[in-house]
């Protein structure tokens, strides 16, 4: 197996990613800085969309942004399409990993310039199932089960052709690598994500914030931390929440900003519920998360669910729906899950977990959490198993290369001194 020597240029490339926001990828960009410039010697080049191109050379680390348009509807988010100031960059700094985030468009450019710099090892991180979660269910909708079920196919067909072509995939769980696997794809690892249990602790509960958010004092807080869209079923929480007894004298804070915010916060005029928005300081994000007594999640298609592990080492217990990545992030001691988009039972799950030990749910939670879960355990994978594979492939694939080419170069002698 290779061994990724100290000065190796590690790129990461990726569409998933805002400067108030990016979700699991944008903490795990932040994260994976952290370790790489701490615990190693490598240098890290980060590909990111941006308002504009700009280029902050800091050391052995390199931030890189590419002028792109907002995505309408987030305008926390943009949508790299100008490839060609991608591979400019790519050229000018020549990584030797270029490690994926994304489905769209990024991952060509890596596999064009691959092909043209053929030493070069491509990783890919599969944190999404798009076949399934932006394909299906969108195509579903709009055309009919019947027409969303062949774009699902064409789109997994598109999974098999791109993936294919890197030395390493790696999924967030056994699930999704099964998944993978349906696609045809080989070279899969399963590579957890990690949770900074320092930060996100109970000890940061704060009594106040009810006061802050003019909630009341009393009942259960329910906390949702996430985007307020569409794919995260957001509209079902505000569902849920009618429906609890008026007697529990619940309230909820739903934490993020997206499509459906503006539209929830006209819906829940009048109600005990608040939208602070995306909080980007993650010390307060975990006295928020700290201070809340349920953590609330209604996604469907989760592939790994950082959120509920922040929430959990948070010392929350959880209430979901029984679908995606929440089957094995909530056991039955962690939390409860309900069926799919069955709202009435997820009220009902809540009042069975607030009037049970919640507190008890929520000390084993945080103990799942900080025996299984840890960034320096996902980078150490990452760096000592994952990125060794995908040098050791791309090593075998130039050694065969050489080998055709010195065969071909043979018989090209022979024939020239007329031997063929």
């Not at 061994?3 to 805002?18: F, G």
């Not at 999640?297 to 929440?326: C, I, K, N, R």
């Not at 709202?343 to 030990?357: K, L, N, Q, R, Y």
Request: proline share 5%.
């Amino acid at each position: 197996m290779s061994i990724v020597a100290p000065d190796t240029l590690i790129c990461d490339l990726t569409q998933s990613y805002a400067p108030h926001g990016g979700g699991g990828i944008g903490t795990y960009l932040r994260e994976k800085q952290k370790h790489v410039m701490v615990r190693t010697e490598h240098r890290l080049l980060q590909i990111v969309p941006g308002p504009e191109d700009r280029v902050i050379e800091q050391g052995r680390h390199i931030w890189v942004e590419i002028g792109a348009e907002q995505v309408r509807g987030s305008p926390n988010y943009r949508f790299i399409l100008r490839t060609g100031a991608v591979r400019e960059v790519l050229e000018r700094f020549r990584p030797d990993i270029i490690e994926s985030q994304c489905p769209w468009v990024l991952p060509w450019t890596a596999i064009g310039y691959r092909r043209a710099y053929p030493e070069t090892a491509l990783v890919a991180g599969y944190h999404t199932d798009f076949p399934n979660t932006h394909v299906y269910r969108v195509g579903s909708q709009l055309f009919g089960d019947f027409l969303g079920r062949g774009l699902r196919q064409l789109s997994a067909g598109y999974a098999h052709r791109t993936y294919r072509e890197f030395d390493r995939v790696y999924a967030l769980d056994r699930i999704m690598a099964d998944v993978l696997a349906g696609y045809r794809v080989p070279h899969v690892d399963v590579l957890a994500l990690g949770v900074d249990a320092r930060n996100f602790h109970p000890a940061r509960r704060d009594p106040g914030l009810r006061r802050e958010l003019g909630l009341p004092e009393s009942g259960p807080l329910l906390m949702y931390a996430g985007r307020i869209d569409n794919e995260k079923r957001a509209d079902r929480l505000l569902a849920m929440f009618r429906a609890l007894p008026h007697s529990l004298g619940a309230s909820m804070v739903m934490v993020g900003d997206g499509k459906l915010r503006a539209a929830l916060m006209e819906a829940a005029e009048g109600l005990p519920v608040r939208f602070p928005g995306f909080v980007t300081d993650r010390a307060q994000l975990a006295r928020m998360l700290a201070s809340a007594d349920i953590y609330v999640s209604a996604m469907a298609d989760e592939t790994f669910g950082l959120s509920v592990l922040e929430a959990q080492a948070s010392g929350l217990p959880v209430v979901g729906f029984a679908s995606g990545a929440m089957v094995q992030r909530v056991p039955p001691a962690l939390g409860r899950l309900v069926p799919l988009d069955d709202t009435a039972a997820m009220a009902t799950a809540v009042v069975e977990v607030w009037h049970g030990d919640h507190a008890a749910m929520g000390l084993r939670a945080r103990e799942h959490v900080t025996t299984q879960f840890g960034w320096q355990r996902t980078f150490d994978m990452l760096l000592a198993e994952i990125y060794p594979r995908a040098l050791a492939r791309s090593a075998a694939r130039s050694e065969a290369r050489n080998l055709v080419r010195w065969r071909s170069g043979q018989q090209a002698r022979q024939r020239g001194q007329g031997w063929g």
